[in-house]
């Protein structure tokens, strides 16, 4: 399962709950060739197959980068690791004791996915601490002569979040930073979950994306973004739509959640509810609610204390 996306880039559906066209993984190759996340657990095996299918050895895989810690991208880090034993597993300065020691990423995953942490997300087992290496701002690990990925620090929708942009194909490798566009669902959608959503730090991070001028934009979620200039652009203009959204009805004293479904329905109109299921499962409203939410409380403060003002 896999298909070329750029010169040596390889994209691996890595099958979320069966669901395909999801989850991505991305293997860059090279004589020193990395993964580019590994997807939940529960993706493991889909995932291992699809490299073993593409000639990956178990002595072969360089390395395994992941963009953050959240479960849909890096559950499956551990096991990885164990198949690839000669693999170096590169994360955010923020992220990295969780990979090593997940037991609490684990449990408040717990709270928020509750049954369906085991049914569609698996755990996270963990990666003995000597084989993590921890990614700075601009770092850039080697693929092979002449080709490096090089690391963007991106937080926003995570504060362990990082982009990774390939010198040979241009694309860069945007995690969730940019939000959230599946092939079968069309629409643009910004990733704002709780607890670390922060809407500044995240126009920042598309713009320091924008900045490096990519010749493309790969989602995790899913694939390869059409005119990835123009998307960031987009994506900028949809997350402080989204935020104003939020912040309206907050003010107000409404419920953000049934605000940002009013304004944001129409997204879906048209979609086959069982795409639309796969978004609401992905990336509903009510966990960016609950994101925005918490954004609006820690830097706005309390709303009866505020004065409506108009945008």
């Known amino acids: 399962m896999g298909s070329y996306i750029g010169p040596g880039v390889w994209e691996i559906d890595t099958l979320l709950g069966g669901w395909s066209r999801v989850t991505a993984g991305y293997l860059i190759e090279g004589p020193a060739p990395v993964l580019v996340e590994t997807g939940s657990q529960t993706s493991v095996p889909a995932l291992l197959a699809a490299l073993e299918g593409h000639g990956v050895a178990p002595g072969d895989l360089a390395g395994v980068a992941v ?32 990979l090593v020691d997940p037991e609490r990423l684990v449990r408040s995953a717990a709270q928020v996915y509750g049954d369906l942490l ?26 092979g002569p002449g080709r490096t990925l090089t690391t963007v620090d991106s937080p926003g929708h995570a504060k362990h979040h990082l982009g990774l942009h390939d010198s040979e194909s241009g694309i860069l490798f945007a995690g969730d930073a940019v939000g959230v566009r599946l092939p079968d669902g069309g629409v643009l959608r910004p990733a704002t979950p709780p607890a670390d959503f922060d809407l500044d730090q995240a126009v920042t991070s598309l713009r320091k994306f924008r900045a490096r001028n990519p010749a493309g934009v790969a989602l995790a979620h899913y694939g390869l973004l059409p005119d990835p200039l123009e998307m960031l652009d987009e994506a900028e203009g949809i997350l402080r739509h989204w935020a104003e959204v939020a912040e309206r009805a907050w003010r107000a004293g409404d419920d953000i959640a049934d605000a940002l479904e009013k304004e944001f329905a129409s997204d879906f109109d048209g979609i086959d509810p069982q795409h639309r299921a796969k978004l609401e499962t992905l990336n509903g409203i009510h966990s960016n609610a609950a994101g925005l939410r918490r954004w609006l409380e820690t830097t706005k403060g309390d709303p009866d204390s505020v004065h409506p003002h108009s945008h």
């Not at 953050?68 to 004791?97: C, M, N, Q, S, W």
């Not at 049914?119 to 084989?131: C, D, F, I, M, V």
């Open 67 to 98: 963009t953050h810690i959240h479960l849909d991208h890096a559950g499956g880090v551990g096991d990885v690791a164990r198949a690839f034993p000669k693999a170096t597993v590169y994360v955010h300065e923020r992220g990295a004791r969780h």
């Open 118 to 143: 085991d049914s569609l997300y698996g755990r996270l087992e963990p990666t003995p601490a000597e084989r993590v290496h921890v990614l700075t701002d601009g770092e850039t690990i080697e693929i």
